[in-house]
T-cell receptor, first 113, second 112 residues
Framework: GDSVTQMEGPVTLSEEAFLTINCTYT??????LFWYVQYPGEGLQLLLK?????DKGSNKGFEATYRKETTSFHLEKGSVQVSDSAVYFC????????????FGKGTHLIIQP | SQTIHQWPATLVQPVGSPLSLECTVE??????LYWYRQAAGRGLQLLFY??????ISSEVPQNLSASRPQDRQFILSSKKLLLSDSGFYLC???????????FGEGSRLTVL
């Protein structure tokens, strides 16, 4: 079946450091890819998405590029802030996704001042 | 704009007691609706989804059930809770076009 693999962490960085959170996927079809963020005690918020190969999703300084050849969708940010501390989830869906998203296990990111 | 609400936000229940979590969506019609569970260190598990009133698909056999009595209402229930039912339950909606889902605030269930 379809699956998403991501580093679980926790990942601890200093403020203004460069961030990369790796995400790779296995899918039987041609997926759409997503990154969600979850702040403590809250639901998930859509951070960015990409629907076809070589698309780059971006939002709030975060970026991720859909790489079909490496089946990857790594999340990056050039300079993290303490407020970026959260859990980040990579997810995919096939064909419009009426049956929901398949999520990775989440990466806990901690940014220290 | 569309909004999604779920309640209660926090619930502490004894083993063997019943459960009812409710979720409503506003500002859209005929959404696809979803219940996910997030257990500590285990990511998100899809429990149920619904593409219309009275239509429920179950992803994981367990002692939970779901119902959709109205177009924008989705209810998660159990007749007898188990310790293993503890977790953070998330309701979500989507339209199936771009594939993205929009999540509620979550309900934290502790079974003692």
């Amino acid at each position: 079946g379809d699956s998403v693999t991501q580093m679980e962490g926790p990942v601890t960085l200093s403020e203004e450091a460069f961030l990369t959170i790796n995400c790779t996927y296995t899918a039987t079809g041609y997926p759409s890819l997503f990154w969600y963020v979850q702040y403590p005690g809250e639901g998930l918020q859509l951070l960015l998405k990409a629907t076809k190969a070589d698309d780059k999703g971006s939002n709030k300084g975060f970026e991720a590029t859909y790489r079909k050849e490496t089946t990857s969708f790594h999340l990056e940010k050039g300079s993290v802030q303490v407020s970026d501390s959260a859990v980040y989830f990579c997810a995919l869906t096939i064909g419009g996704g009426a049956d929901g998203l398949t999520f990775g296990k989440g990466t806990h990111l901690i940014i220290q001042p | 704009s569309q909004t999604i609400h779920q309640w209660p936000a926090t619930l502490v229940q004894p083993v063997g007691s019943p459960l009812s979590l409710e979720c409503t969506v506003e500002g859209t019609s005929n959404p696809n609706l979803y219940w996910y569970r997030q257990a500590a260190g285990r990511g998100l598990q899809l429990l149920f989804y619904s593409v219309g009133i009275g239509q429920i698909s179950s992803e994981v056999p367990q002692n939970l059930s779901a119902s959709r009595p109205q177009d924008r209402q989705f209810i998660l229930s159990s007749k007898k809770l188990l310790l293993s039912d503890s977790g953070f339950y998330l309701c979500a909606w989507g339209k199936g076009l771009g594939g993205e889902l929009f999540f509620g605030e979550g309900s934290r269930l502790t079974v003692l």
